[in-house]
């Protein structure tokens, strides 16, 4: 059975940090390219970085290009986004999917709120 779990997502001040991970488990992590999604209230979800079975990775959002900086530990089957420089229009519902052989693994989210 597969599980993807996110977990360190909370309210933070502007200007302050979070690392969100994603533990993931039923499938042979350490070939799947990991990304992380966020959705914004109101918003369409969308694609903030993906991180390949060989450790390459996009940013795709010009936003957080120096601010964001996904990772992995396939020892741990673990995904990373660690995040800095928050700013307010980074409040969103953060997700975490795993894609292996064209089938995607979602987990349920984990929401960030940056406010002061």
């Known amino acids: 059975q597969v599980h993807v779990v996110e977990s360190g997502g909370g309210l933070v001040q502007p200007g302050g940090s979070l690392r969100l991970s994603c533990a993931a488990s039923?499938?042979?992590?350490?070939?799947?390219?990991m990304s992380w999604y966020r959705q914004a209230p109101g918003k369409e979800r969308e694609l903030v970085a993906t991180?390949?079975?060989?450790?390459?990775?996009?940013n795709y959002v010009d936003s957080m290009k120096g601010r964001f900086t996904i990772s992995r530990d396939n020892a741990k089957n673990t995904a990373y986004l660690q995040m800095n420089s928050l700013k307010f229009e980074d409040t969103a519902v953060y997700y975490c999917?795993?894609?292996?052989?064209?089938?995607?693994?979602w987990g349920q989210g984990t929401q960030v709120t940056v406010s002061s």
């Open positions: 999917k795993g894609r292996l052989n064209g089938v995607d693994y």
């Open positions: 991180i390949f079975s060989t450790g390459g990775y996009i």
């Open positions: 039923g499938f042979t992590f350490s070939r799947a390219a």
